[in-house]
């Protein structure tokens, strides 16, 4: 395992090196808030990160710390206040079919089948293929994700597992140079979310796109990723330093759990996760610790007034 801090000023960036091939997504002192004047927060500082090509990189975090902002930045469907986002060398400044995103609540339209939700992405971005081509595209990505017996059934047919599937293989479809996966499994139950984290992870090595997904699962992110940063809490939460997972590939969470390098990384992971939330906490404590103040000597009045006797009008 090795450890490069993102933000230390000491550690040159990879940019630095000239034989080093361009990031396929590249973040310069990128900050994000929302609102302004006194209801402004400021969600994510000074974000600096490389994604390289076909690398699968995790984004660790708490809630709330700003795992969706970030992710909905390199998606294109909020913009930078500050900094730099590219893709390819390109600024980031909407969606992109080249970016596909994969959401936790996934959004299919219910009039439509699974087949009619995957061919309405493909026919979309592949227009200029030949209907037999797009068909075959489609029936691909299905059987991709173990779908072929339910693809004439309709979202409310099917199980949360099963419309996460369908979400992903329109993504998938699509064939986004960039695949954004935005906590995919979190709705899932444990024994879903483990075929399905097998599945995504089987298709990566199958199609090698560059992935970033953002999970607050420690042993999700080891078994997928090659490595993992995370996202200090917020507000103004900056990454912390990458954690590079070397472990071999295919695999499998069943054998992972006998490794000491899967056991050593969960440890350091989750220790500093643990410390930098304590961190926090302690400086939130202080600055919300409420100041001494003198009161002046006051005395109470009496505040009673003298006796009135009322009359019920009625009476
Ligand atoms: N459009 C918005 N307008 C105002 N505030 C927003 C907006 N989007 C996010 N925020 C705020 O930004 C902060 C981070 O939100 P975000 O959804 O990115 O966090 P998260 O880490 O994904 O949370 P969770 O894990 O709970 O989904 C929160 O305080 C949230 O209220």
């Known amino acids: 395992m090795s450890i490069v801090a993102l933000n230390d000023p000491s550690v040159r960036p990879s940019i630095a090196r ?10 310069r002192g990128v900050c994000k808030g929302f609102g302004s004047g006194v209801t402004r927060v400021e969600v994510l500082d000074n974000i600096n990160l490389n994604v390289r090509e076909g690398e699968f990189l995790a984004i660790v975090g708490f809630s709330g710390s700003g795992k969706s902002t970030f992710m909905k930045l390199l998606a294109g469907l909020e913009t930078i ?3 730099s986002l590219t893709m390819e060398g390109q600024p980031i400044t909407g969606p992109n079919p080249d970016r596909g995103l994969v959401f936790q609540n996934y959004s299919l339209l219910p009039w439509l089948t699974v087949r009619g939700n995957i061919a309405l992405s493909v026919n979309s ?4 293929w030949g209907r037999g081509e797009r068909a075959d595209h489609v029936e691909r990505f299905i059987e991709m994700v173990g779908l072929t017996h339910a693809a004439h059934r309709r979202p409310h047919e099917l199980s949360g597992g099963m419309r996460q599937r369908v979400s992903l293989a329109r993504t998938l479809a699509m064939k986004p140079k960039v695949l954004l996966l935005d906590e995919p499994l979190s709705a899932l139950d444990a024994m879903t979310r483990s075929v399905l984290q097998e599945e995504i992870l089987k298709i ?3 199609e090698r796109q560059t992935c970033v997904m953002i999970t607050n699962d420690v042993d999700e992110a080891i078994l997928v990723a090659d490595r993992i940063v995370p996202l200090n809490p917020g507000p103004c939460a900056s990454l912390g330093p990458a954690f590079t997972v070397e472990l071999d590939r295919p695999r499998k969470s069943s054998e992972l759990n006998h490794s000491p390098v899967f056991k050593g990384l969960r440890n350091s992971v989750t220790n500093y996760l643990i410390e930098v939330r304590k961190k926090h906490r302690e400086q939130e404590a202080a600055t919300m610790a409420t100041p001494h103040i003198e009161l002046p000597d006051l005395q109470p009045q009496s505040m009673k007034l003298p006796h009135k006797s009322i009359l019920n009008s009625s009476s």
């Open 204 to 206: 990566w090595e199958e």
């Open 18 to 27: 000239s034989s080093a091939p361009e990031p396929m997504i590249q973040m």
């Open 81 to 83: 206040d500050q900094g």
């Open 125 to 128: 971005v592949f227009r200029t």
